[in-house]
Nanobody, 114 residues
Framework: QVQLVESGGGLVQPGGSLRLSCAASRSIFSITVMGWYRQAPGKQRELVAIITRGEWITYADSVKGRFTISRDNNKNTVYLQMNSLKTEDTAVYYC????????WGQGTQVTVSS
């Protein structure tokens, strides 16, 4: 089992940047897939980016070229660097880990507004 704790959300103006962190309660070295999802009000939760144990990465089309996912196995942490933020990026962002079972963090709010 693994607990996930997100941090780094907040209020930012359009065009700004934020870096989200997801700290895991145990080593993430062997976890098959880790990723970020988001859920905006009234919408379904959607994939933002995932990174596999072998560092294979995929992004949602809406964030390609603006967001970067990375993992630091030494710190048991996954990051999401978000640049050139848009109002439509406003959502609760959730960390996800998939390894036999699926685990979710509690989410962190990102609000992009002027």
């Amino acid at each position: 089992q693994v607990q996930l704790v997100e941090s780094g959300g907040g209020l930012v103006q359009p065009g700004g940047s934020l870096r989200l962190s997801c700290a895991a309660s145990r080593s993430i070295f062997s976890i098959t897939v880790m990723g970020w999802y988001r859920q905006a009000p009234g919408k379904q939760r959607e994939l933002v980016a995932i990174i596999t144990r072998g560092e294979w990465i995929t992004y949602a089309d809406s964030v390609k070229g603006r967001f970067t996912i990375s993992r630091d196995n030494n710190k048991n942490t996954v990051y999401l660097q978000m640049n050139s933020l848009k109002t439509e990026d406003t959502a609760v962002y959730y960390c996800n880990a998939r390894h036999v079972d699926t685990y979710w963090g509690q989410g962190t709010q990102v609000t992009v507004s002027s």
